[in-house]
């Protein structure tokens, strides 16, 4: 475990240091992010403006169900059912109490409702900010870039045909692998 430990922080070394060595990608990456933040804020805008709505329409259900109690109540008492009248009081009193608690439901989710919206057009203008950059450095990755790149004779270098079923050409190639592997090790343990 220990070689595949190794192995992995060297990977992840070399990782970050090529995006440092790459600010685009890194940029890139940002950008990424900023994006999903982004969709998920806005899944949470949605989300918050449903539940805002069905909030209301509760609020709106009940304060049918307080005038329904209400009118019991008047009709309670001109019938001289002080029994009745006071149960339905009772009744009224309690869809207010719930009315209430919805109401306030109701506001806390406005309230996050607006927070996500401030935070999204935040989220929106560093999402701009870093789109610009990342065009900057295209544009000075490009002008670094010469137009055409000159013919390289080392690139054209082809190896010699390697026999596969070769014994000694597949004994040398684990021999080296091996002493790299050593020279890995070495360099992680300094």
């Given at each position: ?8 922080r060297f990977l992840e070394t070399r990782l970050e240091e090529f ?14 992010k900023l994006r999903q933040q982004d969709e998920e804020i806005t899944k ?147």
């Amino acid at each position: 475990m220990g070689l595949l430990e190794d192995i992995s922080r060297f990977l992840e070394t070399r990782l970050e240091e090529f995006i440092r060595n790459n600010p685009q990608i890194e940029l890139q990456i940002l950008e990424d992010k900023l994006r999903q933040q982004d969709e998920e804020i806005t899944k949470l805008i949605v989300s918050s403006k449903q539940e805002e709505k069905n909030l209301q329409d509760r609020i709106l259900e009940i304060a049918e169900e307080i005038r329904v109690w209400h009118d019991r109540t008047v009709k309670a008492e001109s019938f001289d059912r002080p029994d009745l009248a006071n149960l339905a009081k009772e009744r009224e009193a309690a869809l207010l109490r719930q009315g209430n608690q919805i109401w306030a439901q109701m506001e806390i989710v406005k309230k996050r409702a607006i927070d996500s919206q401030a935070l999204q057009v935040q989220i929106q203008e560093r999402r701009k900010e870093v789109q610009a950059k990342i065009a900057e450095a295209a544009k000075a990755a490009k002008a670094k870039s010469p137009a055409s790149t000159p013919l390289n004779w080392d690139n054209l270098y082809t190896p010699p045909f390697r026999d596969p079923n070769d014994k000694l050409e597949e004994t040398f190639r684990r021999w080296e692998m091996d002493e790299e592997l050593e020279r890995l090790k070495r360099n992680l343990g300094k």
